[in-house]
């Protein structure tokens, strides 16, 4: 579990691409601080685990279904990644729930400088947009951002100067693709509404949230 709050920048070492596997090295200081051999890693918003390290580096195995699903199979040695290490009970909560598993990749269709901020609008697929509502979380490359406006084909969402400096997002340009994950509070609404009965979401609305102290 993470929160979405990018710790550091590393740098892509190496990568021993297999048939449908790899193997990623990269170089990292502040998360190395205290890593353990199956430690969990976020790389550009994918959850990886430790299987070797050193003072300077580590190396995750990725495998088949994560090279198909994310940008990692995009890196080149030289690239910088985020990265964050796994949640600690009891430390602040600065972003929001951010599991590592990436749900859809998006294209920067749009990057646009309004005094400080930068604003980006990212296209992606509908299974993803129906989970992302405005001034909601999606986390993209694994940074934990706040939606400004969601459309028919894409969302936008604005970044603060420590934002752009301290993570990739603020390098990147229209055409660059990225790792999405939609909040798992609205996957998890959605799934349980799928579970109910007909007769339970009929009962379901304005009124009855009201009556119940939700509104």
Known sequence: MFTGIIEEIGHVQRINQQSHSAQIQIKAS???????????IAVNGVCLTVVS?????????????????????????G???????????????GGHIVQGHVDAIGTI????????????????TPELLQFVVPKGSVAIDGISLTVVDVFQDSFTVSLIPHTAH???LGGKDPGDRVNL??????????????????DMRQ????????ENGFL
């Open 109 to 124: 269709v749009q990057k646009q400088v309004l005094e400080i901020a930068i604003i980006y609008r990212i296209k992606t």
């Open 30 to 40: 502040k998360v190395l601080s205290d890593v353990a051999v199956g430690d969990s």
């Open 79 to 93: 690239s910088p990644v985020n990265l964050e290490r796994a949640l600690q009970v009891g430390a602040r909560l």
């Open 203 to 210: 009962d379901l609305d304005v009124s009855f949230l009201a």
């Open 166 to 168: 301290e993570t990739t």
């Open 181 to 198: 994950e939609s909040d798992i509070i609205g996957r998890y609404v959605q799934h349980l509404m799928g579970r109910t009965s007909p």
């Open 53 to 77: 390290f050193d003072n300077q580096h580590f190396i995750a195995d990725v495998m088949p279904e994560t090279i198909n699903k994310t940008t990692l199979h995009e890196l080149k040695p």
